[in-house]
């Protein structure tokens, strides 16, 4: 960063593409103590479960219409559960996303998030579902958003983990919404796909896992 001669003023310009955003801070060292602070003279935050970030906005940006509230899509619901996990040897919390054209004798893909209440609350995921679907951009998907008891250790690499992502959440639609009677029920199977990974800090992509039910 460069100072403007006379005053207490640091500036940078930095190269940022024209219609894109930049989320960002400040790392202050004085002596051996480092701070990382927000712009003061930004009032723009994003904000995530590790705290909040200024954020710049570069010439042409435009916050995504499809993260926002369409009054015409139809809204899906969320439903809290608890699901006994046997791979955990506890129960998990997991909320459940039903589009809004959901019935109970019929059958969706099922799309597993880890960090769930996270996307859910800073995100805007269910606004984003609700208009992926309406739009025809996203067929009709039952979600399970995952909230982790100690995500450290669940995440990083955890067999168990992986076990409980792709049978909890498969069975949770069932136990709640049982199917209607006029045809035998099945049992969802899941094809799941969890990524793998050596950090225990990379939850945010750890996972989705890819499961439908059969």
Same mark, same amino acid.
């Given at each position: 960063?460069?100072?403007?001669?006379?005053?207490?003023? &640091?500036? +940078? +310009?930095?190269?940022?593409? !024209?219609? =894109?955003?930049?989320?960002?801070?400040?790392q202050v @060292?004085?002596?051996?103590? +480092?701070?990382?602070?927000?712009?003061?003279?930004?009032?723009?935050? =994003?904000? *995530?479960? $590790?705290? *909040?970030?200024?954020?710049? $906005?570069?010439?042409?940006?435009t916050?995504? !219409? &499809?993260?926002?509230?369409?009054?015409?899509?139809?809204?899906?619901?969320?439903?809290?559960? +608890?699901?006994?996990? @046997?791979?955990?040897?506890?129960? #998990?919390?997991?909320?459940?996303?039903?589009? /809004?054209?959901?019935?109970?004798? %019929?059958?969706?893909?099922?799309?597993?998030?880890?960090?769930?209440?996270? $996307?859910?609350?800073y /995100?805007?995921?269910? %606004?984003?579902?609700d208009?992926?679907?309406?739009?025809?951009?996203?067929?009709?998907?039952?979600?399970?958003?995952?909230?982790?008891k100690?995500?450290?250790?669940?995440?990083?690499?955890?067999?168990?983990?992986?076990?409980?992502a #792709?049978?909890?959440? /498969?069975?949770?639609? =069932?136990?709640?919404?049982?199917?209607?009677?006029? @045809?035998?029920?099945?049992?969802? @199977? *899941?094809?799941? #796909?969890?990524?793998? *990974?050596?950090?225990?800090?990379?939850?945010?992509?750890? %996972?989705?896992?890819? #499961?439908? =039910?059969?």
């Amino acid at each position: 960063m460069r100072r403007v001669p006379d005053t207490d003023l &640091w500036y +940078v +310009v930095p190269g940022v593409p !024209e219609g =894109s955003r930049l989320d960002y801070q400040f790392q202050v @060292r004085r002596g051996d103590h +480092v701070e990382r602070l927000n712009d003061p003279r930004n009032p723009r935050r =994003s904000y *995530s479960p $590790f705290g *909040s970030l200024s954020v710049c $906005f570069a010439h042409g940006y435009t916050t995504p !219409e &499809w993260t926002q509230p369409d009054p015409a899509a139809p809204r899906g619901t969320l439903t809290d559960l +608890v699901v006994d996990s @046997r791979a955990l040897g506890r129960d #998990c919390n997991v909320t459940i996303y039903l589009p /809004a054209s959901f019935r109970p004798d %019929a059958r969706y893909p099922l799309l597993v998030v880890h960090d769930g209440g996270d $996307f859910l609350q800073y /995100a805007a995921a269910k %606004a984003v579902l609700d208009n992926l679907i309406h739009r025809g951009d996203l067929a009709a998907t039952v979600v399970a958003f995952l909230h982790p008891k100690d995500r450290l250790t669940e995440y990083a690499d955890s067999p168990g983990q992986a076990s409980a992502a #792709c049978s909890a959440p /498969a069975s949770a639609p =069932s136990r709640a919404w049982p199917r209607r009677t006029g @045809r035998p029920a099945r049992t969802p @199977r *899941s094809s799941c #796909c969890p990524a793998r *990974s050596s950090s225990p800090r990379a939850a945010r992509t750890t %996972a989705v896992a890819r #499961c439908s =039910s059969r």
